[in-house]
């Protein structure tokens, strides 16, 4: 994008009819999830409420799903990919659209496709009785929107995208319905949603708190809102103000949450919000129907250890804590899913993590098919519980264990209840059993507990925070009255208490800023001196803070007004001291993001810096609010960089250097770098390739024979690759594919290990061409590779020399060549080439940056590899806070980047270079 304004311009307009024109301020969106970021199962939905798809059987096999691979809004698009020879064998649509017959509306939409294609879309009414709009469209490869515009035949729409037909893939976006003319030139977030979204709790939430408040997020030109809440469905989904049917809790109300009260435990709620707009219409935007449920009384313990004064065979006391012979909570009949003990009393002892307070243990007794024969389940029993396995407690109340029927499908038939007594663990001796049996036995036991710890914890338990201004949340013990939170870097001092902790009235706690890569640990005490026990132990829970704080990522600029990447990062724009342009390709005015060349995310800062005129290139960022690099104790400044190669430099010892991008050698015509010495006649060469990068398991160092410079010449060359070994391909004559040497598509692979170094040779004796490769220290021995001799008639004066390509047009390669020897009439110094189009390269430049605080103090850091620039793969750059000490590290105005001498003299030195994700912060060792 030039640096100008720009305006968008739309590729395809198609109306019906004139009416005034619509504004933006008047485009009330009627599609929901219009740019597809909101995540949704779009095929076959069974909970379908916005996009779904229809198709019979002769579209099977066909697909729809939203995709971060294509967009032309937000970062997503649906991506449709078709069967069928006929249009409605599949269609994407949404349903259930409001609308006023009569009035008009428009329909506009981003589409394109893998190749070009036939499509069409229309509206149809809810009940299939009439259909209206139906337009066709002829779609490309590239992004463009298509439009019409139509009278509504029905008040409840669906819009439909005929998607087969033609089995092609395609992407759609940007999906708008609103009231009016076509309206151009809508800009991302302001088409608006006229109905209530984003319910909390979320629709289907299971174990909602008894206190919960409904939220939501309002329509954009909702005035008040109706509340229905009921425990039916049916009414819910039916009630309006006219008919209310007991449920609309809340009319005309003006905030966006609604309390409920007290709910019951484990009931669940169905729940609805109109939005209604305010004078002249007053128009009721019906909202959808969400539902959850309230959480139960109590909830089974989890962490569980079992043992037993005996077992027979496989039947261990494990099997009655983990599910073994449980289908839906109805057990089987085989004793291997079951406890059997040796002898009778048995005991089995139930240990868990931590105290729970305890209210009911199920109980399935043994349930082996001869049950009704031999009784094996447990009958006379006593149940003990104690916090510290040493001092027990009898449960009183428990009376003789009901006989299970030793038939398939058993529900438990034993209940326990605990009281709410507190205890970590639970022993059951069994005195006597339901027959003759000499033995006892037991299928299954869940206890539940009352929640009266914290729980949920916020972050969750393990993981790493993203910022060090974090507050910690967590859900509140039932009964807690007040909260105790302790919070350490030393863990023994939280697990033994002598952490301090803080009291809180809330559920939740915002500490001190944290410190960059520290690990922190921290446990919740619920309070309540009516209670008893008046305090509960939460559970040690753990969270690391960030190791950085990234500052700039380059993701959020955009080719639009203010949002340019160089109305930030300000350049050498009109600046003749500073030869620096920011832009992917600023020749083409380009001034755009780097989205190609990344080290993370999808965008980069891209700076071509020319030091010919200038002594330096800088770009610098001047943050609007000065940044805190104090907060959190962060000890590292860094950047990621990334450059591109030289294109050739060849040091006194004979070592040289090559650098090239290039699409490949290979095909009609050739991309690479290309070293090379005048051949007369006979003749060879040796190299020895020391090392080489790679972008793909193609990119390609070695030694070519070629008749001429230009892309299409007769040549032959041995390259080593990636990882495919060494290959031997050539092109017999000129403007024909190249092959390789003994035919085939894919070369002559030697399977030799993919670790340089490796020695190649290339010999000439006229027309026949000999290739070679060694693996030795000193190449005493050759290997002859399997396509010898080729013959490749080629003009008595030819080029000879060092070749190299990347596989991968526009990312750079390294090859690090030594001992080349020639035989033959070799004549000349090395000629380097760029064959079939320029390759970035880079001339070495100082690389520096200056971090300026809010004072006007500056301090610079150098980076120690004057060669930086022409490292072509992404590098980290860490700077010690410490060593910019003249600094107020409380208040940065500005960071600079540059490349060059400051002081100094234009040194000529050209290149581009590519920055991305800067932070402070603190690694982990």
Not at 855 to 870: D, I, K, S, Y
């Amino acid at each position: 994008m030039c640096k100008q304004s720009v305006f968008w311009v739309m590729a395809v307009v198609l109306a019906f009819g004139a009416i005034p024109q619509a504004s933006h301020g008047q485009v009330v969106n009627l599609i929901k999830n219009p740019s597809f970021e909101e995540d949704e199962l779009v095929l076959n939905d069974p909970d379908w409420s916005t996009w779904t798809t229809w198709n019979p059987a002769e579209g099977a096999g066909s697909n729809a799903e939203i995709v971060d691979t294509e967009a032309i809004d937000g970062t997503r698009s649906l991506q449709v990919d078709p069967v069928g020879n006929t249009n409605w064998f599949f269609i994407p649509l949404q349903d259930q659209i409001p609308l006023v017959v009569g009035q008009t509306y428009t329909v506009s939409f981003w589409a394109k496709a893998a190749e070009d294609r036939p499509y069409f879309a229309k509206l149809k009414a809810s009940d299939n009785s009439v259909d209206w709009g139906q337009t066709n469209y002829d779609l490309t490869t590239d992004w463009a929107e298509y439009t019409f515009t139509a009278d509504a035949l029905s008040d409840s729409a669906k819009l439909e995208f005929h998607a087969a037909g033609v089995e092609v893939t395609h992407w759609l976006d940007f999906v708008h319905l609103y009231e009016g003319e076509y309206v151009e030139n809508i800009p991302s977030g302001l088409a608006v949603s006229v109905v209530a979204a984003d319910p909390t709790p979320a629709t289907e939430a299971m174990d909602v708190p008894l206190d919960a408040i409904l939220t939501w997020q309002a329509g954009d030109f909702a005035a008040t809102h109706d509340v229905y809440l009921g425990t039916v469905l049916s009414d819910v989904n039916d009630a309006s103000a006219a008919d209310p049917g007991g449920v609309l809790v809340s009319a005309g109300q003006g905030t966006t949450s609604f309390d409920p009260g007290r709910l019951p435990f484990s009931q669940t709620y169905y729940w609805r919000v109109d939005e209604v707009n305010g004078a002249p219409d007053n128009a009721v935007f019906r909202g959808d129907v969400w539902s959850f449920t309230v959480e139960p009384f109590s909830i089974p313990i989890s962490n569980i250890t079992a043992t037993a004064s005996g077992t027979f065979g496989v039947s261990g006391p494990e099997n009655t804590i983990n599910g073994s012979g449980l289908v839906d909570d109805l057990h089987g009949t085989s004793p291997a899913d079951m406890w059997i003990s040796t002898g009778i009393p048995a005991t089995i002892e139930y240990a868990f993590d931590r105290a729970y307070k305890l209210h009911e243990l199920w109980i399935w007794n043994s349930n082996q098919a001869i049950e009704a024969f031999v009784g094996f389940g447990g009958k006379d029993v006593v149940i003990e519980y104690a916090l510290d396995g040493q001092t027990w407690t009898v449960l009183e109340g428990v009376g003789p264990l009901a006989r299970a029927p030793g038939t398939v499908g058993y529900a438990h038939n034993n209940t326990i209840d605990f009281g709410g007594a507190v205890a970590q663990y639970v022993r059951m001796t069994v005195n006597s059993v339901q027959g003759i049996s000499p033995q006892a036995s037991l299928s299954e036991v869940r206890f539940y507990y009352i929640p009266v710890n914290a729980r949920e914890p916020e972050p969750a338990d393990g993981a790493t925070v993203e910022a060090v201004d974090t507050t910690l949340r967590w859900r509140s013990g039932r009964e807690a009255a007040g909260h105790e939170v302790v919070l350490s870097r030393d863990r023994a001092a939280v697990a033994d208490g002598s952490a301090a902790a803080v009291v809180t009235q809330q559920n939740s706690y915002a500490p001190d800023p944290l410190i960059y890569g520290e690990t922190y640990y921290w446990q919740v005490t619920e309070t309540n001196a009516v209670s008893s026990p008046a305090r509960n132990e939460g559970p040690l829970w753990s969270f690391s803070a960030p190791e950085y704080l990234t500052f700039e990522d380059f993701e959020t600029y955009r080719d639009e007004e203010l949002l340019e990447i160089w109305a930030t990062w300000v350049d050498g724009f009109d600046d003749p001291t500073n030869g620096s342009t920011v832009g992917t390709n600023p020749q083409l005015d380009d001034y755009s993001p780097e989205t190609g060349i990344v080290h993370s995310g999808r965008q980069s800062l891209p700076i071509h810096y020319d030091n010919t005129g200038a002594p330096i290139s800088t770009v610098t960022r001047t943050f609007e609010s000065p940044l805190d690099w104090t907060k959190g104790s962060p000890e590292r400044l860094s950047l990621h960089f990334r450059g591109n190669a030289p294109d050739f430099i060849e040091e006194a010892d004979g070592h040289i250097t090559l650098g090239a991008a290039g699409a490949d050698i290979w095909g009609t015509q050739d991309e690479f770098r290309f070293a090379y010495k005048r051949l007369a006649g006979d003749g060879s060469i040796i190299v020895r390739v020391n090392s080489q990068t790679e972008v793909h398991d193609s990119s390609k160092a070695g030694v070519m024979i070629r008749e001429s410079a230009t892309p299409e010449s007769a040549n032959v060359y041995l390259f080593n690759t990636g990882s495919r070994g060494v290959l031997y391909e050539g092109r017999r004559a000129t403007f024909i594919n190249a092959e390789s040497a003994s035919g085939g598509p894919d070369g002559v692979q030697q399977n030799i290990a993919r670790d340089e170094p490796v020695w190649l040779r290339i010999e000439r004796i006229g027309n026949t061409i000999n290739g070679y490769y060694s693996l030795e220290e000193t190449a005493t021995n050759w290997t002859a590779l399997a396509g010898n001799p080729w013959n490749i008639p080629m003009g008595a004066n030819v080029l000879i020399g060092l070749a190299l390509t990347s596989h991968s047009a526009g990312n750079t390669v390294v090859g690090e060549f030594s001992d080349v020897s020639t035989t033959g009439n070799v004549s000349g110094g090395w000629t380097v080439e760029a064959i079939g189009g320029e390759h970035p390269d880079n001339d070495a430049a100082q690389l520096y940056v200056v971090v300026t605080d809010a004072a006007g103090r500056a301090e610079t850091a150098v980076h120690p590899n004057l060669g930086a620039t022409q490292i072509p793969a992404w590098e980290p750059w860490s700077i010690p806070l410490a060593g910019l000490s003249t600094l107020n590290l409380g208040s940065i105005k500005s960071i600079t980047i540059g490349f060059g001498e400051p002081g100094g003299t234009p040194s000529g030195a050209t290149g581009t270079m590519y920055i991305d994700l800067l932070r402070v912060g603190t690694p982990r060792p």
